[in-house]
């Protein structure tokens, strides 16, 4: 049988939606966990060692991003995030889309 053919009508892209977008707001939502945990601010830190601490925070939330898309639930885990202080957070996935929700809806039609 013939496929027949595919025509393109419309092209459009949101360069500022994407990935990275929502692991970075996922990452600052989990520093404001450490934070209510352990009194160590990691926002606005200017650190190395803070700045080290949300670069792991990323990593993390970028996990508990692909995890997420196919659980109701993400362990977060640092054995020692920042000041000698670990981290241990199970993120829900409804917490997870309340964090984001300004953020996905823009990838719908």
């Given amino acids: 049988g013939e496929l027949g053919n595919l025509e393109t009508l419309a092209v459009e892209e949101d360069v500022s939606l994407g990935g990275r977008t929502i692991t970075a707001r996922v990452a600052l939502h989990l520093a404001k966990k450490f934070e209510e945990k352990t009194g160590e601010k990691l926002i606005g830190n200017t650190e190395k060692a803070a700045k080290k601490a949300m670069t792991v925070l990323m990593k993390l939330a970028n996990k508990a991003k692909e995890v997420l898309s196919a659980n109701k639930q993400a362990p977060v885990a640092a054995e020692e995030l920042f000041a000698g202080k670990p981290f241990f957070y ?12 300004d953020i996905f809806p823009r990838g719908t039609p």
């Fill in 90 to 101: 199970d993120l829900p996935r409804t917490e997870f889309e309340e964090v984001c929700e």
